[in-house]
């Protein structure tokens, strides 16, 4: 078998491999954009269909009145942006401090942040419950956008990448007679658009769709977001498979586009 036989069958056999795979990912996002276009007796049958033999798209109309999406939609999108906002600022300002300055303890302290990524959220979530108690801050926009606008994985991220930067451009900066704030504002920002990219697409995927945190901080309907708003469909004993998938569609689509928009911010 000559070298180019093997060669295109070698790349025939990724390509195979490959498609598999993209059908393995595409076919559960298929089968939530079918099951959002069937009747409930429908979505129930067994077996079941993958095709609605009748396309419901009052089941997108039924969420809407079902749940005050706008409201739930408008709630996501503040604690979204606030948040990605403040891990922007903060997890940068802190990175760009352990990776250029000198202060005692500085190896220490970042070990103790560092060791918060191991441990689970659900471990601190009753103590930070009593904290959002004792503050006066359930149910408020307070809860949900404070705790979640800094990250020790936006620090360790942000510092890595800061580390990679070469140490000239402080030394000609300084020289210059620029500040440290002027350097991280002038030099390491701008340098770094690609890592807060990264950490921009980070914080608003794992923001969207939170679901646990805003489920225990609010109680009234005002507060609520669209993943509270979603679960509402799937009840203790019977769950609504049409408007659950129909309200997801509607939350995916909202969710890629507000993404698809971050790069243009930086460049």
């Not at 509402?232 to 939350?251: E, I, K, N, R, V």
């Amino acid at each position: 078998m000559s070298y180019r036989v093997r060669e295109r069958n070698t790349k025939l056999i990724v390509h195979v491999i490959l498609i598999l795979g993209a059908v393995l990912m595409v076919t559960p996002f298929l089968w939530m954009v079918s099951t959002s276009l069937k009747s409930f007796a429908e979505s129930m049958k067994v077996p079941p269909s993958f095709l609605p033999t009748v396309i419901h798209l009052d089941n997108f109309q039924s969420v809407i009145d079902k749940m005050d999406f706008a409201r739930y939609y408008f709630n996501t999108i503040w604690v979204t942006v606030c948040r990605t906002a403040g891990q922007l600022v903060l997890c940068s300002l802190a990175a760009y401090a352990f990776a250029r300055l000198k202060f005692p303890g500085k190896n220490i302290l970042f070990i103790g942040i560092l060791s918060v990524l191991m441990v689970p959220s659900q471990v601190v979530l009753i103590p930070n419950f009593v904290i959002m108690k004792q503050l006066g801050w359930l149910d408020t926009f307070y809860a949900l956008i404070v705790p979640g606008i800094f990250s020790a994985f936006g620090t360790f991220l942000l510092r890595q990448f800061f580390m990679t930067l070469p140490s000239e451009l402080d030394e000609a900066a300084k020289i210059d007679g620029c500040t440290y704030f002027g350097i991280y504002l002038r030099i390491f920002l701008p340098l770094s658009k690609a890592a807060l990219v990264s950490l921009a697409i980070f914080t608003i995927l794992a923001s969207w769709n939170d679901l646990l945190w805003p489920l225990i901080m609010t109680s009234s309907d005002e507060m609520r977001v669209l993943t509270i708003g979603i679960a509402s469909f799937q009840g203790q004993h019977g769950t609504d498979y049409p408007l659950l998938m129909a309200g997801a569609l509607m939350a995916t689509a909202a969710d890629d586009s507000d993404v698809h928009r971050i790069p243009a911010l930086f460049y």
